[in-house]
């Protein structure tokens, strides 16, 4: 079974540009998540997803951050303008019918 | 919400030590994960143990749900065990919240 995918692995960009990451989770899992990890911290929550609707988005800076997921599968995540505090790895992890989540390779995003 | 706290934050072993890491929670939960994060910023999954014991080669973890903690247990440690530890738990349909981890560095 294919795991959750990411790309790109890395990307660095300055401040002000717009960065786009996308997230295939593993076939059939309904419910999808991207989280933020800050270097020297535990990853947190920025927004889950319920097939192709959001249900918890508390936590995404919506001035800059944005995520979809239109069809219920793939999800992309965008950050426009990127600040230099962005800089982190962010995380795609997907859950089916039980309660386990499994987690992408990550993308780790600088930005100068 | 539920918060999750980590013991110790640093650990450094002599290789084939044993270790014992040590996650708090502070409310009922119905997942909690163990994972190791790789130089690479990849989580690995290690145990899925919302209750109960598990073994899979060097490593076993526990958790008593109804006193809110886990342990994973690393036995004859490799230099390979070195990095991150996370434990991370749920409740519900919500998702995980992380520890701040448990960094480990086994020196040959």
């Known amino acids: 079974e294919a795991g959750v995918a990411q790309s790109p692995r890395y990307k660095i960009i300055e401040k002000r540009q717009s960065v786009a990451f996308w997230c295939n989770p593993i076939?059939?899992?309904?419910?999808l998540y991207w989280y933020q990890q800050i270097l020297g911290q535990g990853p947190k929550l920025l927004i889950q997803?319920?097939?192709?609707?959001?249900?918890?988005d508390s936590q995404l800076p919506k001035d800059r951050f944005s995520a979809e997921r239109l069809k219920g599968v793939d999800s992309t995540l965008k950050i426009q303008p990127a600040k230099l505090e962005d800089s982190a790895v962010y995380l795609c992890?997907?859950?089916?019918?039980?309660?386990?989540?499994?987690f992408g390779p990550g993308t780790r995003l600088t930005v100068l | 919400g539920i918060q999750v706290e980590q013991s110790p934050p640093d650990l450094i072993l002599q290789e084939g030590a044993n270790s014992t890491l040590r996650c708090n929670f502070s409310?009922?939960?119905?997942?909690l994960q163990w994972f190791h994060q790789n130089p690479w910023g990849q989580l690995i999954n290690l145990f899925y143990?919302?209750?109960g014991t598990k073994q899979n080669g060097r490593l076993s973890a526990t958790t008593v749900a109804t006193e809110r903690y886990s342990l994973l247990y690393i036995s004859s440690s490799q230099t390979t065990d070195s990095g991150v530890y996370f434990c991370?738990?749920?409740?519900?349909?919500?998702?995980?919240?992380f520890g701040k981890g448990t960094r480990l560095s086994v020196i040959a």
């Open positions: 991370a738990v749920s409740s519900g349909n919500t998702p995980l919240v």
């Open positions: 992890s997907s859950k089916g019918t039980s309660a386990e989540q499994f």
């Open positions: 409310d009922s939960v119905n997942n």
């Open positions: 997803f319920q097939n192709n609707g959001v249900v918890d």
């Open positions: 076939s059939g899992h309904a419910t």
């Open positions: 143990i919302p209750s």
